[in-house]
């Protein structure tokens, strides 16, 4: 059975941290790019920041404050979010996609970040 369990979201103030964890079980974790989507209230999901093997990218609000990573060892992907603004408040998905065969997607429940005084 896939699974993808995030964690780490919460309350915190403009300017601050926080560290968002994917557990992920079920399938094949080193075979597939994994993502970290967002979605804000009346807003469309959207990108956060991507891993694949060797590569990463992010949506241009994100450069230089998330940072995307992986532990292929534990199965798990991780977003360090620095620099934390009230526009980044969301409820953060993970996304799993299949190297080859985008056909294999799966995604966590979510979970929400607040940032605000």
């Known amino acids: 059975q896939v699974q993808l369990v995030e964690s780490g979201g919460g309350l915190v103030q403009p300017g601050g941290s926080l560290r968002l964890s994917c557990a992920a079980s079920?399938?094949?974790?080193?075979?597939?790019?994994m993502s970290w989507y967002r979605q804000a209230p009346g807003k469309e999901r959207e990108l956060v920041a991507a891993?694949?093997?060797?590569?990463?990218n992010y949506l241009d609000s994100a450069k230089g404050r998330f940072t995307i990573s992986r532990d292929n060892a534990k199965n798990t992907v991780y977003l360090q979010m620095n620099s934390l603004k009230p526009e980044d408040t969301a409820v953060y998905y993970c996304?799993?996609?299949?190297?080859?065969?985008?056909?294999?997607?799966?995604w966590g429940q979510g979970t929400e970040v607040t940032v605000s005084s």
């Open positions: 996304n799993a996609k299949h190297i080859y065969n985008s056909r294999y997607t799966y």
């Open positions: 079920g399938f094949a974790f080193s075979n597939y790019a």
């Open positions: 891993i694949t093997r060797g590569t990463t």
